[in-house]
């Protein structure tokens, strides 16, 4: 199993624990993204310090506020280490608007543009801000490899593959109140389709009163193989070539 998306210095506990016990559970290798400055840091040091973790740089929409040339300066150093496989997580969140919206559009645009530079995948945030996600991404994105990161766009599901995008789904999908989502993940081709924690957050719905931990994916796997009528370990291995591609690790 793989781990798409996580959030290994939100988690509450030391990176160690929590990397032994997905490596317990079957994960072998993970993303742990960086949302600003100080997280960009702690995500190259986890991926420095583990073999299983590979690292995202980016700043979230919500972290975005005065993005200036010298947040871009930085995330590109950073970006250029070697554990570095990703930009992002970047986008537009309408719904809490921690920064100003014109703040959070310059944010993305620099970090599409530091995707299309570095020739890394671009992971993208998007709540409450459907349309102009998609806007910005179709203005600015042609040719960068793009991944949904928490797929939330249930009735743009096949507008988002016909632009090649990857669709990654966290536990939320395992959400009873979410079958909308639960819907679109089986219209995702085998070869498009990631799966993540977004730990600490989303925790699947079979461990729903625990804090979520990479671990935790395998109940999300589990849930989108029944969904979709496919074995376990089928969808386990197109998930793990899937993320190989798009990343870029081993």
Not at 16 to 29: I, R, S
Not at 109 to 115: D, F, G, P, R, V
Not at 171 to 187: C, H, K, W
Request: glycine share 6%.
């Amino acid at each position: 199993m793989i781990d798409s998306h996580t959030h290994l210095d939100l988690c509450g506990q030391p990176a160690a624990d929590l990397v032994a016990a997905a490596q317990a559970a079957g994960v072998k290798l993970m993303l742990t993204i960086g949302i600003d400055s100080s997280s960009c840091r702690a995500a190259l040091a986890a991926a420095e310090a583990f073999p299983q973790v590979y690292a995202a740089i980016g700043r979230h929409p919500n972290a975005a506020r005065g993005f200036d040339d010298a947040d871009l300066a930085e995330l590109r150093a950073l970006a250029a280490h070697r554990r570095c496989v990703a930009i992002g997580e970047t986008g537009l969140d309408f719904y809490r608007e921690g920064a100003p919206r014109a703040d959070q559009q310059r944010a993305f645009a620099a970090q599409i543009a530091l995707a299309r530079e570095t020739g890394k995948p671009l992971v993208i945030h998007s709540r409450a801000a459907e349309e102009p996600t998609l806007a910005q991404l179709a203005a600015e994105a042609e040719g960068v490899s793009v991944v949904m990161h928490c797929f939330s766009m249930a009735s743009r599901v096949h507008e988002c593959l016909e632009r090649g995008y990857e669709i990654s789904f966290a536990g939320n999908v395992t959400y009873p109140s979410a079958a909308d989502l639960a819907r679109a993940a089986r219209e995702v081709p085998d070869d498009r389709l990631l799966i993540e924690t977004d730990a600490p957050y989303l925790t699947p719905q079979a461990v729903r009163r625990e804090r979520n931990q990479p671990a935790y994916v395998a109940h999300t796997l589990a849930f989108l193989a029944s969904a979709r009528g496919t074995p376990s370990a089928r969808l386990d291995a197109a998930v793990e070539r899937n993320a190989a591609r798009v990343f870029g690790w081993e």
